[in-house]
């Protein structure tokens, strides 16, 4: 059952976030019970306005810091200017076990963290004390630091108030029984009246103190809804992401198996390639009684014969054999316009050109009137050769003299 206020802690009853509650007593040991007695921490506080001026406030408006200076003003320098509080009486107010457990679950109730049930207030707790802040996103620390700033700033009120109220508690005791038992008990409802005006005072405070602590419990809601709705984000996103990695890997694991059929073949494609390129190599030398080398030669001489296209190795092997021939490689193909105005003639390879490559090429030519004509696909050089040299044959670039047109 969760808790509805500070007595049902005070009753023994355990709060609803245990280990969030036992992480705010060591946390209140450490900021609030300095020393044991309010005296204590009093004098820390007092010290504090000391060294933090009207200067420095101004210069820090609007930050956490601001914020805990505008706490420690209001109540140090508000009750001890009507000399309520004073060092002597307050080093006999000492913080025992029973007090401090009754202070902090009145600001932990007052803070309504019982409310809260989607926040893990047990589980960031625990992460923390035990030093495993990594396993914590950042949204849930910015979530639990809000939490904590809500309660500190609500324990400060709670623990001054209670000193208030101890005071006044005991100041009114003393009178009483001063008054009751002492030669001048005529004067005991004067001073009772005295007393009541003072416990009314206390009163009006404690109402100021509830109406700022509601404030607080409305900005902790507000926090608690923002986190769940973030968590809530987190959890579709998380989701989405795996399924898109299982997706992945799937499809790498295809990949992978195209990848080695491809590299198989290939392999295949070399083996044949290399037996097709020595069978058509002794075809050429048994058939052919001409050097189409020697007469390609002559050609290149004479015309401008630009070669656009064609497999990489085998014009490479064919530029070597021919170097008068003018080559244009696929990657040069964009910036060769000049080129080809400026050829007597343009053999295409088609087998290694996009269709937007052969049309332009096809334009060119036909709008500066250059022959233009097609070689097949040859795995050989040889044979190749020997095609470039029928093909311009045909053009009429290979008479008797090599002067063709």
Same mark, same amino acid.
């Not at 003072?198 to 100021?208: C, G, M, S």
């Not at 295809?254 to 491809?262: C, D, F, V």
């Not at 069978?279 to 009684?289: G, H, I, N």
């Given at each position: 059952?969760?808790?509805?206020? &500070? ?42 306005? %000391? ?131 002492? &030669? +001048? ?7 009772? %009246? ?49 399924? +898109?990695?299982?997706?992945?890997? %799937? ?15 290939? +392999? ?54 021919? &170097?008068?021939?003018?080559?244009? &490689? ?72 090599? +002067?063709?047109?």
């Amino acid at each position: 059952m969760a808790v509805k206020g &500070p007595a049902d802690i005070i009753r023994g009853r355990l709060p609803h976030h245990p280990d969030f509650f036992d992480y705010l007593m060591r946390r209140a040991q450490k900021e609030f019970f300095v020393g044991n007695t309010m005296s204590s921490l009093f004098m820390r506080d007092v010290n504090y306005l %000391k060294t933090h001026k009207l200067s420095w406030a101004k210069n820090n408006y609007g930050t956490p810091e601001y914020k805990e200076y505008v706490c420690i003003a209001s109540i140090v320098r508000g009750i001890s200017g009507g000399g309520i509080l004073q060092e002597q009486l307050l080093e006999q107010i000492t913080f025992t076990k029973e007090k401090k457990r009754d202070i902090v679950g009145s600001a932990y109730a007052a803070c309504c963290f019982d409310d809260d049930e989607k926040f893990d207030l047990d589980g960031v707790a625990k992460a923390i004390s035990n030093g495993k802040d990594d396993s914590i996103s950042d949204k849930q620390k910015q979530t639990f630091r809000k939490a904590i700033n809500t309660f500190d700033e609500t324990m400060f009120y709670m623990v001054y108030l209670n000193a208030v109220a101890e005071l006044y508690r005991r100041s009114a005791l003393a009178e009483l029984s001063g008054e009751f038992f002492s &030669p +001048q008990g005529q004067d005991a409802a004067k001073r009772l %009246k005295t007393a009541q005006k003072r416990i009314a005072l206390i009163e009006t405070k404690n109402d100021e103190l509830e109406q700022r602590l509601k404030s607080l419990t409305t900005e902790n809601g507000e926090v608690t809804k923002q986190a769940a709705e973030a968590r809530n984000k987190w959890a579709g996103i998380q989701n989405k992401i795996e399924s +898109q990695q299982t997706e992945i890997e %799937k499809l790498r694991q295809l990949l992978n198996e195209e990848r080695a059929k491809n590299t198989e073949l290939e +392999q295949q494609v070399v083996e044949l390639s290399v037996e097709n390129e020595s069978a058509d190599e002794a075809l050429v030398d048994v058939v052919s009684e001409i050097n189409y080398r020697e007469e390609l030669d002559k050609i290149f001489k004479v015309h401008k014969v630009v070669f656009v296209g064609g497999n990489f190795n085998i014009m490479s092997k064919f530029s070597k054999r021919n &170097p008068a021939a003018i080559i244009i &490689p696929r990657n040069r193909i964009a910036t060769a316009d000049q080129q080809i105005e400026n050829a007597d003639v343009v053999l295409m390879k088609t087998d290694s050109m996009s269709h937007k490559e052969y049309y332009k090429f096809k334009q060119i030519a036909v709008r500066k009137g250059i022959p233009f004509g097609y070689i097949e696909n040859r795995a050989n050089v040889r044979l190749m050769e020997q095609d470039v040299f029928e093909t311009l044959e045909l053009m009429g670039f290979a008479d008797a003299d090599g +002067q063709g047109r």
